[in-house]
């Protein structure tokens, strides 16, 4: 046999194996799977504990940094702290509703860091939104402005982090009595 008359045989002979392949797939009596990926296996650390404190709403928490707050008596809609893990690393948040605008507090805020020498890591600021994180030794402060969208109420959501040390025992700020 001459090699065109081999090729037209192995040509016809793939022809009619795929032919048989899709009749029988059309026909479900061949399954074709994916193969499934096998999920991979993390193990994470559990969660730190935490504790929650409510603390008042008619004044201002004595925790903040002198003059962090930029108003005069605010409406406190929010005041808490959080002490984390083993009590190295404490929250606190407060969240107020503000008379200015988003421009006016952003720039307020940043002049505050500026001029106590806060390290400003990211800011970001839209008409209707605005944030500054600002770091200093262990402690870092997060200013949010939002506007709640129902009813224009402007809300300023300030959390102050300090971290402590395990080799030191006090902090740099104050607690509330």
């Known amino acids: 046999m001459n090699k065109k008359k081999i090729l037209i045989i192995l040509l016809a002979v793939l ?16 399954k074709l799977e994916k193969a499934k990926p096998t999920p991979a296996k993390v193990d994470l650390p559990p969660a730190p504990k935490y504790t929650k404190i409510d603390l008042p709403t008619d004044k201002l928490s004595e925790v903040f940094p002198k003059d962090l707050i930029q108003e005069k008596d605010p409406v406190i809609l929010e005041n808490f702290e959080v002490k984390i893990g083993n009590g190295l690393q404490t929250q606190y948040t407060l969240k107020y509703i503000t008379k200015r605008s988003v421009g006016e507090n952003f720039g307020a805020y940043r002049k505050y860091f500026i001029k106590n020498q806060w390290a400003i890591l990211n800011q970001d600021q839209k008409d209707d939104f ?19 969208q129902t009813n224009d109420m402007q809300i300023i959501d300030l959390t102050f982090t300090h971290f402590q040390s395990e080799k030191s025992t006090s902090t740099t700020s104050q607690k509330v009595n």
């Open 130 to 148: 605005a944030t500054i994180r600002a770091a200093k030794n262990y402690d870092s402060i997060v200013v949010v402005h939002t506007i709640n």
């Open 15 to 30: 022809a009619i194996a795929a032919a048989v392949v899709l009749i029988l797939i059309q026909t479900g009596k061949l």
